[in-house]
């Protein structure tokens, strides 16, 4: 399974597997989309119980938006969806591909630690 890895070129987030690059957008309008530098995912107690989960004594875990973007890779499925979207500017004022990015990488930050996830 392909693998794209997230690049950050003159402040422009792309996601890469070889020479096959889709530009996601500016990284500030893929940080704004989120909502902000950090998100924050707060688990109830039996999700706090995974291994790996490391979060505060109220079950919260905060994510650096900016470091995580720039680092998590993705899938070719999400990659090929992603192409749907063009790069023209929707009604908030950001790229319709930047919006989509973020609404996904939500998505995935939100599925952690979930059972059905």
Same mark, same amino acid.
């Given at each position: 399974m392909?693998?794209?890895e ?12 070889? =020479? ?7 990284v &500030?309008?893929v940080?704004?989309?989120?909502? /902000?530098? +950090?998100?924050?995912?707060?688990y ?8 790996w989960l490391? !979060?505060?004594? =109220?079950?919260?875990l905060?994510?650096d ?9 993705? !899938? ?7 192409r749907?979207? /063009? +790069? /023209?500017?929707?009604?908030? /004022?950001?790229?319709?591909? !930047?919006?989509e @990015?973020?609404d996904? @990488? ?5 599925r952690?630690?979930r059972? &059905?996830?």
């Open positions: 392909k693998r794209y997230p690049e950050c070129v003159d402040g422009t987030l792309v996601l890469v597997d070889g =020479d096959d690059r889709v530009e996601v957008g500016a &500030d309008d940080v704004a989309a989120i909502g /902000g530098e +950090t998100y924050t995912i707060e109830d107690q039996r999700q706090r119980t995974q291994p490391e !979060t505060d004594d =109220d079950g919260v905060e994510i938006v900016r470091e995580t973007v720039t680092t998590l890779p993705h !899938t070719e499925e999400t990659v090929s969806e992603l749907e979207y /063009g +790069t /023209g500017t929707e009604r908030y /004022g950001l790229p319709r591909r !930047t919006v @990015f973020a996904r @990488f939500v998505d995935i930050l939100e952690q630690g059972e &059905d996830a």
